[in-house]
């Protein structure tokens, strides 16, 4: 099963949630975590790993061949995201701009822009004790994360079987690479905090979760402060409440260490309980 954890806003215990629930479900099944926050991966804070493989991950760019050109405008014309753009007798190409497509490049009548690898990061494969444990790293200066996280996925396709559970601890918001990160999932856990903020940012996720057609449930970080707000919502809009985990001290103090917290508080074992009973008995895979 595929399981991505995501939420509207930074902040708000996505990796916490993450890293508890790889490490408890492991406990008696095959797991994969993967980090898919490739702007900023944190998940390694919490997790004794050692690195088994590492791969410098790449994209391709167009690379304007003047010799060849006949300057016909076309890549031009077919390239939605403006970054190749012809000025009098030269085509530019904006590497920061371009999303990979080949069109500009398949589409050319001279092949006159081929495309060539532009590094964009690193994929890192790591084994803790109980699971395995992968992480992709944009590299500095890279604006485009969607085409790294979408070769992280194909390396967790590719290298763990349907045997495997797959929990994506996806980027915050929803924007581009939240919707590559959770769209071929079998389900989404939005964990969201009962502030205004959080309530506010959870139903924009919520409304995009639903435009996906994605199965998904709520789970409340920090329980105890702010107001109801998140769970009247779920209430009037039928929306599963999957847990609520604890506003604490002792939580707090943990998190701070880099340690794991469902092995050390019972509260949250038993919410992680919860999470697994409702995903495991609702959702086929």
Not at 201 to 220: C, H, P, Q, R, S
Not at 248 to 258: D, P, Q, V
């Amino acid at each position: 099963m595929k399981i991505a954890i995501a939420s509207g806003k930074g902040g708000t215990g996505k990796t916490t949630l993450s890293t508890n629930l790889a490490s408890y479900l492991s406990e008696n099944n095959k797991v994969v975590l993967c980090d898919l926050d490739v702007e900023e991966p944190n998940s390694a804070l919490f997790l004794k790993t050692e690195i088994i493989h590492q791969e410098k991950k790449y994209k391709g760019i167009p690379e304007w061949n003047k010799n060849t050109c006949t300057l016909c405008g076309n890549c031009q014309e077919v390239c939605n995201y403006h970054a190749v753009i012809q000025l009098g007798d030269t085509i530019m190409v904006f590497p920061e701009l371009c999303h990979s497509c080949y069109a500009c490049s398949d589409l050319c009548p001279t092949n006159s822009l081929p495309m060539i690898n532009n590094e964009t990061g690193t994929l890192t494969h790591f084994k803790t004790n109980t699971f395995d444990f992968v992480e992709s790293r944009l590299k500095i200066g890279e604006e485009q994360a969607v085409p790294l996280i979408k070769q992280t996925l194909k390396y967790i396709d590719n290298n763990f079987s349907d045997e495997f559970h797959k929990i994506y601890d996806s980027p915050p918001g929803t924007s581009c690479p939240v919707i590559e990160s959770t769209k071929n999932a079998d389900f989404v856990i939005l964990i969201t905090e009962p502030t205004p903020f959080g309530f506010n940012d959870v139903k924009i996720a919520i409304e995009t979760m639903k435009a996906l057609n994605k199965n998904f449930g709520i789970v409340i970080n920090r329980y105890g402060v702010g107001n109801d707000d998140v769970i009247n919502y779920c209430k009037k809009n039928n929306i599963p409440v999957l847990a609520k985990i604890p506003n604490k001290k002792e939580i707090a103090e943990l998190y701070s260490k880099g340690e794991l917290l469902w092995n050390k508080i019972p509260e949250v074992k038993t919410e992680l309980e919860n999470i697994k009973n409702f995903i495991f008995s609702n959702i086929k895979n």
